[in-house]
């Protein structure tokens, strides 16, 4: 099965860049998915297609994907962006969720 | 506004069959260009892909599970469905219903429902 895999936390200051990487076998040849999720809450997504934000998402959010890393950027953190934030890609039949990661804003 | 929401037994016991149903509202489960996804969450843990349909009831499942699941679609009701058979408590999960845009993302997801596997 693919495998996705994530840092476990990610710290920011307010106002500072917080990155979440996501790595997996030739990750760049798939379209990367993000999602943001909050405690008991369902996931929202935040980013498709590696880099295209979904209407509502802030500007703050952006996405890139190459080789065997995709990568979620969050600029300006804001402590409304504490959350869990999972990648996701498809590979061949199947969907593959990344390891998680969770940020704190602090 | 399309609305995406789980329903069932919140309590299962070992061996027996978990069946959940998603209703979805706002929204046509005909409509083409769309799957209709399950994924599962335990607690404090990530999330698992379980499997999706398409109105025309083609399936995808996740290999770790695929000897135990099936998901079917009524149209005529507007909602589609999640067996999943011989479970035991690590089954046990948050269980979420989802619209999947093909490589688009998931972008509506309903509230998650709980199932327990105990006896």
């Known amino acids: 099965s693919y495998e996705l895999t994530q840092p476990p936390s990610v710290s920011v200051s307010p106002g500072q860049t917080a990155r979440i990487t996501c790595s997996g076998d030739k990750l760049g040849d798939k379209d990367v998915c993000w999602y943001q999720q909050k405690p008991n809450q369902s996931p929202v997504l935040v980013m498709y297609?590696?880099?295209k934000r979904p209407s509502g998402i802030p500007e703050r959010f952006s996405g890139s994907n190459s080789g065997n890393q995709a990568t979620l950027t969050i600029s300006g953190a804001q402590a409304a962006d504490e959350a869990d934030y999972y990648c996701?890609?498809?590979?061949?039949?199947?969907?593959?969720f990344g390891t998680g990661t969770h940020v704190t804003v602090l | 506004q399309v609305q995406l929401q789980e329903s069932g037994p919140g309590l299962v016991k070992p061996s027996q069959t978990l069946s959940l149903t998603c209703t979805a509202s706002g929204v046509s489960i005909s409509d083409r260009g769309y799957y209709w996804s399950w994924v599962r969450q335990s607690a404090g843990k990530g999330l698992e892909w379980i499997g999706r349909i398409y109105n025309t009831g083609i399936t995808s499942y996740n290999p770790s599970l695929r000897s135990r699941v099936s998901i079917s679609v009524d149209t005529s009701k507007n909602l589609f469905s999640l067996n999943l058979r011989s479970v035991t408590a690590a089954d046990t999960a948050v269980y979420y219903c989802?619209?999947?845009?093909?490589?688009?993302?998931?972008?509506?997801w309903g509230p998650g429902a709980l199932v327990t596997v105990s006896s």
């Open positions: 989802a619209r999947d845009r093909i490589a688009l993302g998931f972008d509506y």
């Open positions: 996701q890609a498809w590979d061949i039949t199947t969907y593959a």
């Open positions: 297609q590696d880099n």
